[in-house]
T-cell receptor, first 115, second 113 residues
Framework: SAVISQKPSRDICQRGTSLTIQCQVD?????MFWYRQQPGQSLTLIAT?????????ESGFVIDKFPISRPNLTFSTLTVSNMSPEDSSIYLC????????????FGEGSWLTVV | TQLLEQSPQFLSIQEGENLTVYCNSS?????LQWYRQEPGEGPVLLVT?????EVKKLKRLTFQFGDARKDSSLHITAAQPGDTGLYLC?????????????FGQGTTLQVKP
């Protein structure tokens, strides 16, 4: 398994502000992923964060709104910019493990409420 | 576009009953994972299935991957209140293990004592 720590675990944010979520993994991984889970819904992939290159964003997500950093092989950050109530979600960091890289583990998530 | 249809979305049963959750797609997945998520927490991996026709058991939980790797099922025998939670299936996209997942809508299970 993988130990994935996220900070903050919860926060209440003012509309129009930005918040950076940190993800720390217990060992080096090539790819890290950021997902969003809106209230009552399933998970949607935001972007893939590779060390040494720009993040790759999925359809519907843009770098200006969700800038991502990946300074090394154990750490990544996701910023939610200019927040609105629609950004109230759980944001989850995940990594792949296993000999074929087909097992994906998640952090505990960061629950953001925008007021 | 690859989609995963998960059913049922909600299930409320009595302790001791059996249940099955289904996850179906028209697309082939290189692997499929099942997760359980409790309120306010991240999804916890239950199992990964890779081979078509594969069956894996985890105590009272039985997971099956369809022969064509397009569908999967989770069967719980003699459900307990501790099984209550959100169950998510997720398929790995593409022919390689890129780590990108497509999630089903989730099944909210409530097991009443």
């Amino acid at each position: 398994s993988a130990v994935i720590s996220q900070k903050p675990s919860r926060d209440i944010c003012q509309r129009g502000t930005s918040l950076t979520i940190q993800c720390q993994v217990d060992s080096q991984v090539t790819m890290m992923f950021w997902y969003r889970q809106q209230p009552g819904q399933s998970l949607t992939l935001i972007a893939t964060a590779n060390q040494g290159s720009e993040a790759t964003y999925e359809s519907g997500f843009v770098i200006d709104k969700f800038p991502i950093s990946r300074p090394n092989l154990t750490f990544s950050t996701l910023t939610v910019s200019n927040m609105s109530p629609e950004d109230s979600s759980i944001y989850l960091c995940s990594v792949t493990r296993g000999t074929t890289g087909n097992t994906i583990y998640f952090g505990e998530g960061s629950w953001l409420t925008v007021v | 576009t690859q989609l995963l249809e998960q059913s049922p979305q909600f299930l409320s049963i009595q302790e001791g009953e059996n249940l099955t959750v289904y996850c179906n797609s028209s697309s082939v997945f290189s692997s499929l994972q099942w997760y359980r998520q409790e309120p306010g927490e991240g999804p916890v991996l239950l199992v990964t299935v890779v081979t078509g026709g594969e069956v894996k058991k985890l105590k009272r939980l039985t997971f099956q991957f369809g022969d064509a790797r397009k569908d999967s099922s989770l069967h719980i025998t003699a459900a307990q209140p501790g099984d209550t939670g959100l169950y998510l299936c997720a398929g790995a996209r593409g022919s390689s293990n890129t780590g990108k997942l497509i999630f089903g809508q989730g099944t909210t299970l409530q097991v009443k004592p």
